[in-house]
């Protein structure tokens, strides 16, 4: 079945620092992926899309200079965190589409990464 | 706007049967996914209906009526390890995907 990958699966770092986390599909190329975050016994809320080789499309309210996304191959999405600060710590998950699935939705979702501001 | 309602938890016994429903506000929709997530785990999908009607994997099935904006996902044959928190979740142009706030089940013996 298709992976997706995230690294690191959980972070601690000190408010005002970045933090870069990473999504790879291991098995299958995607040209889009998703970013979501999720705060304790809450939904997955749709942060950005990322489409590889264009821009990403942020949601309303999510800030695109704090959230920066870059979709630079076919199986590698990252997510950098800027100037951290306590309100950011939150479950990050990445999700995946593979290109080759035609119009199907099923996404494949990483194992999320769990970021701690101190 | 995009929202989608599903009760916030659900109790059920070991071997029953249960179904959670999902209602959608979505303008550009093209169908009705359903995840599962353990606590700590990432969702994993479960179905998806694009049509009217039901769709059956295994122990689980999903229904969706697009006229009434509704879909359930329905569970048999319960067991333990089913006891996680499921989401419907909407889709709409460009693949993207709005969740649920999702319904923990818990299963008891």
């Known amino acids: 079945g298709a992976v997706v990958s995230q690294h690191p699966s959980w972070v601690i770092c000190k408010s005002g620092t970045s933090v870069k986390i990473e999504c790879r599909s291991l098995?299958?190329?995607?040209?889009?992926m998703f970013w979501y975050r999720q705060f304790p016994k809450q939904s997955l809320m749709l942060m950005a899309t990322?489409?590889?080789?264009?821009?990403?499309?942020?949601e309303q309210g999510v800030e695109k200079d704090k959230f920066l996304i870059n979709h630079a191959s076919l199986t590698l999405s990252t997510l950098t965190v800027t100037s951290a600060h306590p309100e950011d710590s939150s479950f990050y998950i990445c999700s995946a589409r593979d290109a080759a699935s035609g119009t199907t939705y099923e996404q494949y979702f990483g194992p999320g990464t769990r970021l701690t501001v101190t | 706007g995009q929202s989608l309602e599903q009760p916030s938890e659900v109790t059920a016994v070991e071997g029953a049967i249960v179904q959670i429903n999902c209602t959608y506000q979505?303008?550009?929709?093209?169908?009705l996914s359903w995840y599962q997530q353990h606590d700590g785990g990432a969702p994993t999908f479960l179905s998806y209906n694009a049509l009217d009607g039901l769709e059956e994997t295994g122990r689980f099935s999903s229904f969706l009526s697009r006229s009434d904006s509704y879909g359930y996902l329905l569970l048999q044959e319960l067991q333990m390890k089913d006891s996680a928190s499921y989401f419907c979740a909407s889709h709409t142009g460009g693949f993207k995907t709005i969740f649920g706030a999702g319904t923990r089940l818990f299963v008891k013996a």
């Open positions: 990322s489409n590889e080789g264009s821009k990403a499309t942020y």
């Open positions: 098995d299958f190329q995607a040209t889009t």
């Open positions: 979505t303008s550009g929709f093209y169908g």
